[in-house]
């Protein structure tokens, strides 16, 4: 069995290397024959993050709470209109960013999640009807710069003891991703303590995996499993696969995407008419509905009128009827770009004062002294966030307000970014 092991996971690890060219950069995705889909991430020949399998939220998880106990992800708001590779990575580098979590806790969450996903890879019962596509891809911003790397000759040398140790203990045909779940509750309470026995049962009800267990009671996943199969063999418990939990709403980009098809039906049904109000009124002029939704629900959240436009072509006109108390503008639009949007509005007399933050996902430096050329009062990089907008209300607008609205002109919201 032991050298069985040792070929099985060398065979896997070769077979990696003679698929990543040296200097590799993108990603592998791997299927097998049930279609669960994983993906291996690579930057210059080195493992950067790995996702996928039937627990990948329910991993990151229980990873992230070991390492960074203190933070409560359901606290956490990340808005973004982006296009990640992964959300999960996105969340960790952007915690990272904000310097909520340090270096360390960021590598110990992406070395651990890159063992445990080389193990279930392993673990596949036949690797050589894995499916699996090289894609060079350009890598997603969030992974140009990578927070780790790990080589895969040091991958293999981390988990091939860890596999060797399952397969010893006769495991290799359970995957430490089940759950036990009681088969013969009646004879479990005859071989246990009272309140070992609640415990126990109040655990397994939750359908935690066999690592979900370990963690959850601080114990060695093997030394957990080994008892566990005593019952298991007994028929006492059942190991069988559990759900994914839901993937986390940290980052709200599909709760946002669905927002904005309310929106759009809506909108189509609206006359082109302004609800006035005493309130001050903050306006975004953005071709994404997305972008739209993330600043709507933000500005109105904290008390101010908010109205959403997404019409290049509409905003001059529009803006001259509504007089906003303060504007925020997208450099990257069709048919009237930013620069040329605010060069009109800064001809306009009753608009030539009103403060203007343009919005950009590039912020260069001839992007900044063209948006100054032009009038522009703040420049913004993108994404946005509370935090960003916060600091341009404190900068330009009073905090007196009262209750919350959102007015749209028209038709504005167009049927995709």
């Known amino acids: 069995m032991i050298t069985k092991t040792k070929q099985t996971t060398a065979r896997f690890f070769k077979h990696l290397i003679r698929l990543i060219p040296k200097q590799f950069s993108g990603k592998l995705e791997l299927q097998n024959t049930e279609e669960q889909q994983w993906q291996l991430y690579f930057h210059r020949g080195c493992l950067t993050w790995a996702t996928g399998g039937n627990s990948a939220w329910r991993r990151w998880r229980r990873i992230f709470t070991q390492f ?16 990640c590779e992964s959300w999960q990575y996105y969340i960790v580098n952007n915690l990272l960013k904000q310097e909520k979590i340090s270096l360390s806790q960021a590598i110990n969450i992406i070395n651990n999640t ?5 193990f279930d890879l392993i673990q596949q019962d036949n690797l050589d009807n894995l499916q699996i596509t090289s894609l060079t891809c350009h890598l997603q911003a969030e992974m140009k710069q990578p927070i780790f790397r790990l080589s895969i000759y040091e991958a293999f040398e981390k988990v091939k003891p860890i596999w060797q140790g399952w397969c010893e203990a006769n495991l290799h045909n359970y995957s430490p991703n089940l759950a036990p779940v009681l088969n013969k509750p009646e004879t479990l309470k005859q071989h246990t303590s009272t309140p070992i026995y609640q415990k126990f049962q109040a655990l397994i009800s939750k359908k935690l995996t066999l690592r979900d267990l370990a963690f959850y009671l601080k114990q060695d996943l093997l030394s957990l499993t080994k008892i566990l199969m005593n019952y298991v063999s007994q028929e006492i418990i059942q190991l069988t696969d559990v759900p994914d939990i839901p993937a986390l709403s940290v980052v709200k980009i599909d709760v946002v995407k669905s927002q904005a098809k309310e929106i759009q039906t809506q909108n189509s049904l609206l006359p082109e008419t302004i609800i006035k109000s005493q309130k001050k009124l903050v306006v975004c002029i953005d071709d994404c509905p997305i972008i739209s939704q993330i600043m709507g629900k933000i500005i109105t959240k904290r008390g101010y009128k908010f109205i959403g436009i997404q019409k290049s072509t509409l905003a001059v006109s529009s803006l001259i009827e509504i007089q906003p108390d303060l504007i925020f503008l997208d450099i990257e639009m069709p048919i009237a770009n930013g620069y040329e949007i605010c060069s009109q509005l800064r001809r306009v007399p009753h608009l030539k004062n009103t403060p203007i933050v343009i919005l950009t996902g590039r912020g260069s430096i001839i992007d900044r002294v063209r948006a ?4 522009c009062s703040e420049f913004m990089n993108k994404p946005v966030n509370s935090e960003k907008i916060e600091a341009i209300f404190h900068k330009y607008l009073s905090l007196a307000n009262t209750k919350t609205e959102i007015s749209v002109v028209g038709s504005l919201v167009p049927a995709s970014c």
């Not at 890159?114 to 080389?118: A, S």
């Open 68 to 83: 960074c106990p203190f933070i409560s992800l359901e606290t956490l708001s990340f808005y973004t209109h982006d296009v």
């Open 114 to 118: 890159l063992i445990e996903v080389l």
């Open 372 to 375: 100054q050329f032009v009038g």
